[in-house]
Every structure is written in C-alpha cells, then in structure tokens.
C-alpha cells in the first residue's frame, strides 16, 4: 500500500494479510456540495473494502484550497491524529493525490501509513493483475506515480544499478533513485511495447467478425453479463475492479457469430499514469464495431458513473460507435425506489418514462435488465443481434440472407 515498491523483485499484493483499520479523509472545496463528497468517500470506502481495509471513521473539512504541507488545516490534522492514536488506527486514507512532501509531513505527524486515492487503486489493480500485460501495467503506472514523489526512499530500492564506478560525481542518493526508476520505466514501455504487438497480431487474426465491445463504471454488472451472453466463467464479484484483464469469447446467436469482450470498468479520477499504462487494453474498445454501455441503475449516482464513461470514451475518440446503453439490475432499483403500494400499471408507465427520458437524454437505444434474475435478457440479445446485424450488412451485404 506503500510507496516502496521494490524494484526487480516480486512484489506484495495488496494490503498486508491481517485487515487493516483505516480512516478517509476527504475536503469539500468551494465548486463541490457535501453530497458529492459523501458520494466520493461512500466509493473510497468501497476501494479500502476491496483493498482489504475496514474503515473505521471519516474526517470532512471545507476548505478553499488543500493545504500546500498538510492538505488539512492544523486543527483538522490535530482532531485525525489524535483519533488514529487513541483507536489504534493503521492506515489513513486521503480522497485526492498528495505530494511526497506532504506524504512525508503527515506520517511524520500521525505515525501511520498515509496513501492517497491513486495509490489505493494502484494496490487494487496490482493485486488484481493476472496477465504479463497487466502486470506491466500496473508497475509502470506504479513506477510513474513513484517518480514525482521520491522523497527518502533510498531504503526502498534495490541497487541494480550504482556503487563504484557507476555514481556521477557528487550525484545524491536521491538523484540515482530518480535514475534506477527511469532506467525501470523505459524497460517496461519497452515490454509493454513487445506485448501491444503480440495482442495486434492476436486481434487480426480474429477474422472478420463484428467486435462488440462491454463498457461501463466499475461493479456495474458487465462481468456478469458477459457470462450470461457467452455462457462462459469470467471471474465476477462484488467489488470494484473485480475484472482487470480484458477478456474475449465468440457469441452466437442464430447463425451469427460475434465477438464480446468484457474491459477494466472506469471510475472517477482514475489516476492519469494509469490510464496512460492502459490505454492498450483499451484498444480493445477502440476497434469495437458496437459497444454496450453498462449502467447501474440501482445505484444513486448513476447518471454521474455514465457521464464519466462517456467522457473516457470521448477521450478514446470512441463515442460516436453504435452504443447500446443497458440499465441493469432492475430489480435492486425497484427494490430501492417503488413503493409496495405502486400497483402494476404504474410501475410500467415510470418505466416507460424513464426509458423515454434516458433515450432522449442520451441519443442511444436502451434496454433494462437485471442480469441477476435475468429478467428482460431475451429483449437485449435481439437488440444485440439486430445491430450486430446491421454491422454485417454493412461489411458483408452479399450476405445478408444468412443473417
């Protein structure tokens, strides 16, 4: 959970085995509402769950700008740190990217780990990484992130390179630590670059089938969608991040066979590094012909979950694909927001409303499901198989008979 990522070495996944206790942090600033931070802390408090951290307590404060040394103001610094030494407090979480100084200057004065929200997800997906290239991935997205806050770490790094003969005259420690971490990330661009090659290939070799594409936030329910359309064991759980390796299986339906792959799920402020270390993983969107946008439909902030993948998509230049949006688990959101008393008809009708206004919204055709009751899963595959289609007929028109 640390900085100390040992170069060259097999490193631990994740947090230490015993549960840690951890408490968030998080400061509302002038553009945001104390709704959102609630939001964010409610997600950060998910990561530590999934990272394998109970939290034990949340610190708020409202601030005009984060504080250059501590984030926090003195007080509020006072107030966590006196919490965390009288309950025996292991970790300490804060929602946004702190510098190496201010890393420095609160463990110095709370005496315990001190991570931010990049470096928690970079625990999460280091200990998620299955594949050669996700493996690469995230230690270069670890070593990137390391790189800015290089501060005392010396203890940290393996010497693979320095000592006699290999120093620079009056070079400081820190300055050969700056080097060993650069040296480190041009051999994984480099590796990373030979793996981007092999999935190239891997990809042209895949014929001519139309590619669709399962996107969507984190622990929406692709995952479990794509084994149910494929009916095939692709790893699903609730919890963020639950698939990290994109995975690829042929679907037919009828006589129409397809690709489906199921992507990493995207989530707000994903950090930059790591975006940039995945973004090949992400080619496998890019050359999509029909993408399915997962949503939560349960989930309260939901329209804001889709306007952050709608955002990545644009950022991949992507958002003009044909788009599928697919509202899952129907049943939590019915669960959560009917009253027992709605009778059948007026179910239907907000149904029928919310259907209309989410089209309208965003110029896609929609489909709800629940994949956990599979509730509506025959109306997705002929949505599905109807674009999927419309793809052939464009690419193969001689053919369309046998589609």
């Not at 092999?198 to 969608?225: A, D, E, P």
């Not at 089209?359 to 109807?386: G, P, W």
Request: no cysteine; glycine share 4%; proline share 2%.
């Amino acid at each position: 959970m640390s900085d100390n990522w040992k170069i060259g070495k097999e490193k631990a996944k994740g947090l230490k085995k015993e549960t840690e206790r951890a408490v968030l942090v998080g400061v509302i600033l002038p553009e945001q509402t104390e709704e959102q931070i609630t939001e964010y802390l409610d997600e950060m408090e998910f990561l530590a769950q999934t990272a394998g951290a109970i939290t034990e307590k949340r610190f708020v404060q409202r601030l005009g700008r984060p504080n250059p040394k501590t984030f926090v103001g003195s007080g509020k610094l006072e107030e966590i740190a006196e919490y965390v030494e009288a309950n025996e407090i292991d970790l300490v979480i804060f929602d946004d990217d702190l510098t190496g100084k201010q890393t420095s200057i609160l463990e110095e004065t709370m005496k315990v780990k001190i991570i931010d929200r990049s470096s928690l997800i970079l625990d999460i997906f280091a200990s998620r990484a299955q594949t050669a290239q996700a493996k690469t991935q995230v230690e270069l997205a670890q070593m990137q992130y390391l790189m800015p806050r290089l501060r005392g770490l010396w203890t940290h790094l393996e010497r693979q390179r320095g000592g006699i003969g290999m120093r620079g005259p009056g070079e400081m420690e820190i300055e050969t630590d700056r080097r060993i971490v650069r040296d480190k990330i041009s051999l994984l661009k480099s590796r990373l670059a030979k793996i981007d090659q092999q999935n190239r290939t891997q990809r042209k070799n895949r014929g001519q089938m139309i590619r669709v594409s399962l996107v969507g936030y984190t622990n929406v329910g692709k995952s479990t969608l794509m084994n149910l359309l494929s009916k095939s064991q692709v790893f699903a759980e609730n919890k963020l991040f639950a698939t990290l390796d994109t995975t690829v299986r042929k679907v037919v339906f009828g006589s129409m066979p397809f690709l489906l792959s199921d992507t990493v799920g995207f989530i707000r402020k994903l950090p930059h590094h790591l975006v940039e270390s995945f973004k090949s993983t992400l080619d496998e969107v890019r050359e999509s012909d029909v993408l399915v946008h997962v949503v939560d439909l349960a989930h309260p902030q939901h329209e804001e979950h889709v306007a952050t993948v709608m955002k990545t998509l644009k950022d991949l230049g992507v958002e003009d694909k044909p788009t599928l949006m697919v509202f899952n688990k129907l049943d939590l959101y019915r669960e959560r927001y009917f009253d027992d008393y709605l009778d059948i008809e007026t179910k239907k009708e907000i149904m029928s409303e919310l259907k209309d206004n989410y089209k309208n919204t965003y110029e896609h055709d929609n489909v709800f499901i629940s994949a956990k009751t599979k509730e509506n899963l025959e109306v997705l595959r002929e949505t599905l198989r109807e674009m999927v289609a419309k793809e052939y007929d464009v690419r193969y028109p001689h053919q369309r008979k046998f589609w």
